[in-house]
């Protein structure tokens, strides 16, 4: 894939996608969508067993360029931008949203700056997220007049609750890393200088764990939302039974029974 404004490179089995736009802050532009979609979905092969998503330079992501609205709205009119934010957040629901949740395989979520708007929607579609000590959180929609997108409105109110969410997004303000981690926004803060390692030996750690049940259990949380007990129960029989056929399964109960460390391959 052309590495224009999205960097993928692949490291001791973790598929490391960077948003690469530091001079906007990691703004999201139509074509950085595209190949964010593109960058997952080459996360699909044998060899990337994990993926860690971040963004260069002081900002995780900022949001949808809101500059380019702007220039759209004034050179085209209504009608154009209308046609323009509805193309670029059915891609970034369809390409980067879905992709990363039906990734079958853990996403580690590396927040090292400001993430805003649809930035912080991007938060929430990763499985685990570790954020540095100066990133901040902010919905931001509000602000705009915009009502929110990126999943915010599904993931969040199954993180923190509906009605916090519905205050974090009518507030529109700032939240520290501090009160990230006491919301359940992100699940640990480290130091500024120590993000990127500490996020990357959490995805080499997983890359080398049973990926192909991590990927299925993601599944089943997934669609849990959706499922009657009974129906979630059926799921988890025929997931688990699977499992049984599985090269890592087998393994894995050998291991155990010889008191060893269990070699995973993911299949």
Same mark, same amino acid.
């Given at each position: ?16 996608? *960077? ?11 139509? @074509? ?13 092969? &044998? ?6 998503? *971040? ?14 609205? /702007?220039? *759209? ?10 046609? &323009? ?44 997220? &570790? ?9 931001? &929609?509000?602000?705009? %007049? ?42 640990? /803060? ?20 049973? *990926? ?13 939302? @959706? ?38 391959? %993911?299949?």
């Amino acid at each position: 894939m052309a590495e224009t404004n999205i960097k993928l490179e692949v490291m001791d089995g973790v598929g490391i996608i *960077t948003m690469d736009r530091p001079e906007s802050r990691n703004a999201l532009t139509p @074509d950085m969508v595209d190949e964010m979609g593109e960058a997952i979905k080459a996360c699909n092969r &044998y060899d990337v067993r994990a993926v860690m998503l *971040t963004g260069s330079g002081p900002a995780f992501c900022s949001g949808a360029d809101v500059k380019a609205f /702007v220039e *759209t709205l004034e050179n085209d009119g209504p009608d154009a931008l209308h046609q &323009y934010i509805n193309s670029m957040a059915d891609a970034l629901h369809t390409k980067v949203v879905l992709g990363l949740r039906n990734l079958e395989k853990p996403v580690v979520g590396a927040v090292n700056g400001v993430a805003a708007g649809a930035g912080f929607s991007l938060t929430l579609g990763c499985d685990i997220r &570790y954020a540095a000590q100066s990133a901040r959180f902010l919905m931001a &929609y509000a602000n705009i %007049g915009a009502t929110a997108d990126g999943g915010s409105t599904y993931l969040l109110p199954r993180l923190v609750g509906s009605g916090k969410a519905m205050e974090i997004y009518l507030a529109s303000q700032p939240i520290g890393s501090e009160m990230a981690l006491e919301m359940g926004l992100v699940n640990q /803060v480290v130091a500024d200088d120590q993000l990127h390692r500490h996020a990357m030996e959490t995805a080499v750690r997983l890359a080398q764990g049973p *990926t192909l049940a991590y990927g299925k259990v993601k599944a089943l949380f997934d669609q849990s939302w @959706d499922n009657s007990i009974a129906d979630q129960l059926d799921a988890e029989t025929k997931a688990l039974a699977n499992s049984g056929i599985s090269a890592d399964f087998q393994e894995g109960i050998k291991a155990f029974s010889e008191r060893r460390q269990a070699r995973f391959q %993911g299949k």
